[in-house]
């Protein structure tokens, strides 16, 4: 019986240390998991998804096998765990998965808005991407970003401005020096992005005018700016509204052309301003990008409100603001 008992005993040491090696090696991790309480997702422990993430390398697309992260709010708690792991090749992954859940989620947000401050400068790109599908339900977040609208990386520094502008215009405008331009000389008023560079000049031709410009830079890429143009009163001038609108642009086209660049107008629109008719129209420059320009007329005088940028730098929402911002203030200006 004795012997018996002794059997009994060495059988189940046998079965509780085989057990403990399989938990050890067991390649799902699922009894480790479950003594570590992680949590879990499609019977799979934290630890383990860690290890697929870690596989699947630090930038999209990722393999089949992490695509059920996607939609999955079951996931969710397992996703924030391996955002807060120390491996950047764990938390790039995850930060990824988080930044196209479900937006409604105030953990999501608050884990993006956290990933910030990551020293990794992929992390805080998907984690600015992600806050971005937010809007203005992010507004408790701004005061993480907006340090970003200085990051060393200029991507990210230009991301986060585009991101700002989604969540908070109000305050990306004051983070980066928006101030109201009024010129009484010339009669009109603009916001711009930080301080303006005025300048004139005389510019001969078969119609000779005198011109005003002002430019302001936005983070150092695209170009905001009005031009005016005053012609004398017994030169050659249009008679109607659109032949004037035409000779406008016409002459900005011209003016492109004079600094050996090759324009190509790709569209044009009616606009109005106060009751005064207007034409917006695009022009792409090879090699250098396009002007977008709404032109107007106040008698003799050619108003131009233009942004020039590239394409994959313009800031769409900061161009249209600073466009709706122009007002002609006639009874202000003064004669030349």
């Known amino acids: 019986m004795k012997k018996r008992r002794r059997w009994l005993a060495a059988l189940a040491c046998l079965l509780l240390l085989g057990a ?61 765990e391996c955002a807060r792991d120390p491996d950047p090749n764990v938390r790039k992954p995850a930060l990824y998965f988080l930044s196209v859940g479900n937006p409604r989620l105030d953990k999501i947000r608050e884990a993006l808005t956290q990933a910030l401050a990551d020293p990794d400068p992929q992390a805080r790109l998907t984690a600015l991407n992600g806050l971005a599908r937010y809007g203005p339900s992010a507004h408790s977040s701004v005061p993480a970003i907006l340090p970003l609208l200085h990051d060393s990386e200029f991507q990210i520094a230009f991301v986060a401005n585009l991101v700002l502008w989604d969540i908070d215009p109000a305050a990306v405008r004051e983070a980066t020096g928006w101030k109201q331009f009024t010129s009484g000389q010339w009669g009109y008023s603009v916001m711009l992005p930080g301080e303006p560079v005025e300048s004139e000049a005389s510019i ?88 977008r320009s709404r032109l107007f007329w106040e008698g003799r005088r050619l108003y131009q409100v233009k942004v020039a940028s590239k394409p994959e730098f313009l800031n769409p929402k900061a161009a249209d603001y600073f466009m709706d911002a122009f007002r002609i203030n006639a009874t202000e200006a003064k004669p030349r």
């Open 20 to 80: 403990i090696v399989g938990a050890i090696f067991e390649p799902n991790r699922v009894a480790r998991g479950w003594l570590a309480g992680e949590p879990f997702f499609r019977w799979r422990p934290a630890s383990y998804w860690k290890e697929v993430l870690r596989a699947a390398g630090d930038k999209p697309p990722y393999p089949k096998g992490t695509g059920g992260f996607y939609p999955k709010e079951a996931a969710l708690n397992v996703m924030l």
């Open 204 to 291: 001969p031709g078969p119609v000779p005018s005198v011109s005003h410009q002002v430019l302001a830079v936005e983070g150092g890429v695209s170009q905001f700016g009005v031009a005016v143009a005053d012609f004398p009163a017994e030169g050659i001038f249009p008679p109607t509204d659109e032949e004037r609108l035409d000779f406008g642009r016409n002459s900005v086209i011209t003016g492109i052309k004079a600094k050996g660049l090759t324009p190509k107008l790709s569209g044009e629109t009616a606009i109005e301003l106060g009751g005064r008719k207007g034409r917006e129209f695009l022009v792409e420059v090879e090699g250098m990008g396009f002007i």
